[in-house]
């Protein structure tokens, strides 16, 4: 490979500087304003070059799904939305509590060569919240894990979530915490609210979530490990987080784009396309979350990506999955949330949709567009309007919220490794070898 | 009506639910002439798909439906295909398939109704009799119908009465339906339970609310006592039978607090001692055995109106 390369002319960065980008083999080798190369031009066309997304909570659902999504076919999603690298999460076929489903995800993910997949171990035996999983193993391994989670579940047990945060900071670990008190949420369909009691849908009230936070913050800082916060979706969940930074206390949080941008009176049409876990809340909360994700308090966006074969979605609200595809929407969502309304600027969305989740994975050749580091990035039509389609997603599900919306910013090109996998926003059919 | 469907009290602007509430006093006025049974749909099919045990209110349907010399199919889920795995969707297009032009569903799961209406699943009409704790518009249509019966001043305004509603509002679809239907017309709706039994977000609602059914009990027109199901207590909604029957029952002292003129009202099925002792219950102020009666008239309407009824009949348009 290190013999190919190109140089990338005529496109601008998050800071609105013009900017040229030798690509030599897998790696940057030259970045500046004008930059000398022999390697064949790609004209950018004025567009944004920014490092490739880093996504820290991606279902895969392989093993043992492969109805609603594979590795393969994540990863053509991930590629297709800006993402060089995304985390799959542990609610496998089984479960990923082991060395040997945590490399066997691994494996799959390099085949693919579309994307880095990292996969996430799970901190419980079988995701059932009664024995701590073998972390170190995992750790250990080839998929070298370092974020744990029982995602889709609770670490409920105080002194199973306290064991947890000790025992990974001997590897630098950090436990992902699906925040949600599983007694407060039997049943539960949607936000507790004005809309969920005309509905007659059994309510989710925030304090199931925001009791966990709070536990947990406290507990972190008892012990002196690593927190984050999985899709933080209230007003009081972003305060009790804006508080524990203002303590000191090593906690890290992420919002989805579904809930920047979505709110609890669409289950008033009982399509539970719009269910999802933790549920859609009110406007206010989102209009919280916004901020969170704008002053730092949220540090990253993350897809929370869940596909579901249709059959799970089409039918009545109470038997249907929970969850919502967004690999190949959530930097548009972003952009119509966050920028179109001034509230962030691109300098600060690449923080918090590249730098800072490599930072919290620890995935080295992620997170920044800089000499000498892998050749992750994407080119970007930021003013590009769009209408989501749910047919046309290349993920193998369809389970969108977004379908019909027009959004803005469309991912053009994708980067990954220093190969072109998508070409105007379709695979190119190449992959990293 | 305009409407292809009766799947929420929600959907009805106060005119529509006049004219149903009308539609069913004139089919109640030829029933009781010599005329008991009206050809009105005669050769088409009717389905009740029935997702949850629920006799009487499956039976006023049918009986309703029977009346108006319509064939229908009765389809329970205990024994079924159901039990088997089969799903809302592919059980109703079953039907469908099997000629079915209006289906009346009733089910555990909230929006049950809407979804089958609405999900482009099946072409029929679709009537919702009662969707998980959601709504049962049939049930306060025929409590709207019997109440005006008892306050005949009131017949299109109810402007003026003040009905209480008693008991496990949060779970109960009776409630909601109620409290939407009632207002519309123009009552005050007050909802007396413990804080356990009133929904997260009831502020929203366009009623009152009270915590003590003794200090309400004497201003209300007409009080309906919502069932409660035993098993409420073992999820720690309220403490033991005896405590909730002494502060949220209508016992026998408390009824004589009741306005003379009030009504007693109970959709049904009844827990005699709980809620309601049995001296309210059969007390001449009770009006629950002509709910029931008035409830097959007015499901006849909702079944006339939706399938092609003129709003107000004549003997020669029905015959």
């Given at each position: 490979m290190s013999s190919h390369g190109l140089l990338v002319k005529n496109v601008v960065d998050a800071s609105g500087q013009l900017i040229e980008i030798e690509v030599t083999g897998e790696v940057i080798t030259q970045m500046s304003a004008s930059v000398q190369s022999d390697f064949p031009i790609f004209d950018g066309q004025g567009l944004l070059v920014l490092p490739g997304l880093v996504d820290?909570?991606?279902?895969?659902?392989e093993p043992g799904k492969?109805?609603?999504?594979?590795v393969l076919s994540g990863s053509q999603a991930a590629a297709r939305g800006g993402y060089t690298a995304v985390s799959a999460m542990a609610n496998t076929f089984p479960v990923a509590d082991t060395a040997g489903v945590v490399e066997q995800v691994a494996r799959l993910g390099k085949e693919a060569g579309l994307c880095d997949v990292f996969p996430i171990g799970a901190v419980t035996v079988g995701l059932e919240g009664e024995q701590l999983a073998e972390l170190s193993a995992m750790a250990q391994s080839?998929?070298?894990?370092?974020i744990f989670s029982d995602d889709g579940k609770c670490v409920s047990d105080p002194l199973l979530m306290r064991r947890a945060l000790e025992y990974v900071k001997s590897f630098g670990g950090v436990i992902a915490q699906h925040a949600q008190d599983p007694s407060l949420t039997a049943g539960a369909q949607m936000n507790e609210g004005a809309i969920s009691s005309k509905l007659g849908l059994k309510g989710w009230p925030s304090v199931a979530e925001e009791s966990i936070i709070a536990r947990d913050i406290l507990m972190a800082h008892y012990v002196q490990s690593r927190l984050h916060i999985c899709h933080l979706t209230t007003k009081g969940g972003v305060e009790l987080v804006r508080w524990a930074k203002s303590q000191g206390i090593k906690v890290s949080a992420e919002v989805t784009p579904h809930h920047l941008l979505l709110t609890d009176d669409l289950a008033s049409s009982y399509d539970?396309?719009?269910?999802?876990n933790p549920p859609l809340r009110t406007q206010e909360d989102v209009l919280a979350l916004r901020a969170g994700l704008a002053d730092g308090t949220i540090d990253v966006v993350a897809t929370d990506h869940a596909p579901h074969p249709s059959e799970d979605k089409d039918c009545e609200w109470s038997a249907a999955a929970f969850g919502m595809i967004g690999l190949e929407t959530a930097l548009s969502v972003v952009v119509t949330t966050m920028i179109d309304t001034g509230l962030m600027d691109w300098q600060t969305l690449v923080k918090r949709m590249s730098t800072a989740p490599a930072e919290i994975g620890g995935?080295?050749?992620?997170g920044e567009l800089a000499?000498?580091?892998?050749?992750n990035f994407i080119l970007v039509d930021p003013k590009q309007k769009w209408t989501v389609d749910r047919?046309?997603?290349?993920?193998?599900?369809?389970?969108?919220?977004?379908?019909?919306q027009t959004l803005t910013g469309s991912v053009v090109h994708t980067f990954f490794k220093g190969v072109q996998v998508i070409r105007n926003g379709k695979l190119t059919g190449m992959k990293h070898e | 009506m305009r409407a292809k469907h009766l799947l929420s009290i929600q959907d009805l602007t106060p005119a529509e639910i006049l004219e149903i509430l009308d539609t069913a006093r004139e089919l109640e006025r030829i029933t009781e002439?010599?005329?008991?049974?009206?050809?009105?749909?005669?050769g088409r099919t009717v389905v009740?798909?029935?997702?949850?045990?629920?006799t009487r209110t499956r039976l006023s349907f049918e009986a309703a439906a029977k009346r108006l010399s319509a064939d229908v199919i009765n389809f329970s889920a205990?024994?079924?295909?159901v039990s088997k795995g089969e799903s809302l969707k592919d059980t109703a297009q079953t039907l469908e398939a099997m000629g079915a032009e209006l289906v009346i569903v009733r089910h555990h799961s909230s929006g049950a109704a809407k979804r089958l209406a609405e999900?482009?699943?099946?072409k029929s009409h679709v009537v919702n009799a009662g969707d998980g704790t959601h709504e049962h518009p049939t049930q306060a249509l025929l409590d709207a119908y019997t109440i005006r019966k008892h306050f005949p001043q009131n017949e299109r305004d109810f402007s003026g009465l003040r009905i209480g509603i008693v008991g496990?509002?949060?779970?109960s679809r009776v409630a909601r339906s109620n409290a939407l239907l009632l207002t519309a017309l123009g009552a005050q709706v007050v909802l007396i339970a413990p804080p356990t039994l009133l929904?997260?977000?009831?502020?929203?609602?366009?009623v009152e609310i009270s915590y003590n059914l003794d200090s309400e009990i004497g201003k209300l027109d007409a009080i309906m006592m919502l069932r409660v199901q035993s098993e409420r207590m073992s999820d720690a909604f309220f403490p033991s039978e005896r405590e909730y029957a002494r502060d949220f029952g209508l016992g026998t002292q408390r009824?004589?607090?009741?306005?003379?003129?009030a009504i007693i009202m109970h959709p049904g099925p009844m827990n005699r001692g709980l809620e309601i002792s049995a001296a309210s219950a059969d007390s001449?102020?009770?009006?629950i055995l002509e709910q029931v009666a008035n409830g097959v008239i007015v499901r006849m309407a909702v079944l006339y109106l939706l399938m092609g009824g003129t709003s107000v009949p004549t003997e020669g348009v029905l015959v």
């Open positions: 820290l909570h991606t279902h895969l659902r492969e109805d609603s999504e594979t080839a998929a070298a894990v370092r539970p396309v719009y269910k999802v995935y080295a050749g992620h000499v000498s580091r892998q050749a047919e046309a997603m290349l993920s193998r599900s369809s389970n969108t919220p977004f379908h019909g | 002439g010599s005329m008991k049974k009206l050809p009105t749909l005669r009740n798909l029935f997702f949850e045990d629920s205990k024994g079924s295909s999900s482009g699943w099946i496990d509002i949060l779970h929904p997260v977000g009831v502020e929203s609602w366009p009824l004589k607090k009741l306005k003379y003129d001449k102020q009770s009006v």
